[in-house]
């Protein structure tokens, strides 16, 4: 077995060096931007349950109460498309830039380094399925007790009406 002189030895381990820190970075970059996103998700979700809240508070017509959480439920459901979207786009961005920064460069370090953003992107999308699932879950929970509670209200509201008349 051929030993590599200890300049060569040296600049690939430098080389290597320097993938793994361009990685690195490109990697704290990506969780920054999911980080913003989650961020301005929870934000557009605190603000429009405030809005639906103090909406709902003013409410007297258990139609118009309805007509309110139907609203809602679209504009959740919305709000979670657009999310699913824009966290896509991030993931296949970045995932395509780490992809061509490990391919310019040859060192076993690099393919380690593109298993494991591998793995990062496939637990990330495992977890957006979960997250998924289990805002399908809630929503529905959610609207079958607003449900229930319309129904009670408005069978309350008749019978105040039907003994008011008597």
């Not at 793994?20 to 913003?36: M, N, Q, S």
Request: aromatic letters at 8%; charged letters at 20%; proline letters at 2%.
């Amino acid at each position: 077995m051929m030993q590599m002189p200890s300049e060569q030895l040296s600049a690939t381990r430098t080389a290597g060096l320097a993938v793994a820190t361009d990685l690195t970075w490109k990697i704290f970059e990506h969780v920054a931007r999911l980080l913003k996103l989650n961020l301005e998700a929870m934000k557009a979700t605190v603000a429009q349950v405030e809005d639906c809240a103090t909406r709902a508070s003013t409410m007297k017509d258990p139609q118009e109460f309805i007509a309110l959480q139907m609203e809602w439920f679209q504009r959740a459901g919305d709000n979670m498309l657009t999310y699913r979207y824009r966290l896509c786009s991030t993931l296949a961005a970045k995932r395509t830039e780490i992809d061509k920064a490990v391919e310019a460069t040859p060192s076993n370090g690099a393919a380690a380094s593109l298993a494991a953003w591998k793995d990062v992107f496939n637990a990330t999308n495992t977890f957006y399925e979960c997250l998924q699932s289990t805002m399908a879950r809630a929503t529905q929970v959610a609207e079958s007790n607003f449900n229930e509670s319309a129904s009670k209200r408005m069978a309350s509201l008749q019978n105040t009406n039907s003994i008011l008349s008597a």
